[in-house]
């Protein structure tokens, strides 16, 4: 099995495939399970490499670094062990924070990126209060919450069976990992996205009911080179709803930041 050492944990990481290299984030507590529809497309004509963040799936479960600038360094580290030459960071939910941090902090090393319905920008919103209910619920009851949370992610083509595996990827993970939606609900992505040089494209389910879709167009907005993209029939997890769709989408997404580079 395929391991990575940074910053005192293991990061266990799937690589399909060949070509130019994206590297997939998930959301939070699940895996890197969660784009076994991109393997089965997308690594035809990409090298994709899907890791599992500090404290879930198959890697480390230490008691630190759950934080935005850990998450953030871990990806870095990740990119620097496996010698990739500018890749595109596609991350989903609160992946998409990583991604658009680490791209902020080190545009240098990488080809673009690609945000999938996230990150949220709470301050100043109801939202806000809503993380920290959400905080102190998982911490008193995590397995109730997650079963009662889970299935209002997806839009109306997802089954049980998808609100399942999701569920159990989720109880799978180190419950040291919720510290990060402390730490959410006073983030703002807003602040970097004006000074990102880099090609960095917004995908957004039309169902979505955990993000609104006027977080992604605002980012698009403020990125120099930002653009939103909406995928019709999907909730927060397109890449798993209508892989069909987002992987046609997310290839010519990756084929356009190919040609700016250029």
Request: charged residues 20%; negative net charge; hydrophobic residues 45%.
């Amino acid at each position: 099995m395929p391991y990575v050492n940074v910053q005192g944990t293991r990061l266990f990481y799937r690589d399909h495939g060949t070509g130019r290299p994206l590297v997939l984030v998930h959301g939070w507590a699940t895996s890197g399970r969660v784009w076994q529809a991109q393997f089965a497309d997308l690594a035809a004509d990409h090298r994709l490499i899907a890791v599992d963040c500090r404290g879930c799936g198959d890697s480390g479960r230490p008691e630190d670094g759950h934080t935005m600038a850990g998450n953030v360094a871990d990806l870095l580290c990740l990119i620097d062990a496996l010698d990739l030459d500018r890749p595109v960071l596609v991350g989903s939910s609160i992946g998409a924070t990583f991604a658009l941090a680490a791209a902020a902090a080190a545009p240098e090393l990488l080809g673009g990126v690609v945000s999938v319905d996230g990150p949220g920008h709470w301050p100043g919103t109801g939202m806000a209060a809503e993380l920290r209910e959400l905080s102190a619920r998982l911490a008193a009851d995590r397995t109730a919450l997650v079963h009662e949370w889970v299935p209002t992610w997806y839009g109306s083509t997802a089954g049980p069976e998808l609100h399942r595996r999701t569920i159990e990827q989720i109880l799978h993970s180190s419950p040291a990992i919720d510290r990060l939606f402390t730490e959410a609900a006073s983030y703002d992505p807003r602040e970097l996205l004006p000074g990102l040089d880099l090609p960095a494209a917004f995908l957004h389910g039309d169902q979505e009911t955990q993000i609104p879709l006027a977080v992604s167009r605002t980012l698009a907005d403020l990125a120099p080179h930002g653009s939103l993209h909406v995928i019709e029939g999907s909730g927060h997890m397109p890449h798993e709803e209508q892989p069909a769709a987002f992987n046609r989408l997310l290839r010519a997404v990756v084929r356009e930041m190919a040609g700016a580079a250029v």
